[in-house]
Nanobody, 115 residues
Framework: QVQLVESGGGLVQPGESLRLSCAAS????????INWYRQAPGKQRELIAV???????DYARPVKGRFTISRDNAKNTAVLQMNSLRLEDTAIYYC?????????WGQGTQVTVSS
């Protein structure tokens, strides 16, 4: 069965950290670029981090220096390490796996940053 499953969301205070995971099944994982998106209430979904199959990474400006994306191809898993979280990081976080014309999405995981 082809699927992506995110986990690791939760409620944290500003300045704290969270680690999100994206577990893939049913695909040749290392062929796929993994993207992390987030969507805050009332806002469009935004791309925040990318890791290619070869491990090349890129980040959106709001998260650069605070978030780290990585992947373990042997475990078919990608991770988004989020440090120094801010109130404005509150959103539903989604992972997407892309390869050629294939786009797979997970169900999303809620991250809430609140004092």
């Amino acid at each position: 069965q082809v699927q992506l499953v995110e986990s690791g969301g939760g409620l944290v205070q500003p300045g704290e950290s969270l680690r999100l995971s994206c577990a893939a099944s049913g695909i040749i994982f290392n062929n796929y670029t993994i993207n992390w998106y987030r969507q805050a209430p009332g806002k469009q979904r935004e791309l925040i981090a990318v890791v290619t199959g070869g491990g090349v990474t890129d980040y959106a400006r709001p998260v650069k220096g605070r978030f780290t994306i990585s992947r373990d191809n042997a475990k078919n898993t990608a991770v988004l390490q989020m440090n120094s979280l801010r109130l404005e990081d509150t959103a539903i976080y989604y992972c997407e796996a892309t390869y050629l014309n294939t786009h797979l999405w997970g169900q999303g995981t809620q991250v809430t940053v609140s004092s």
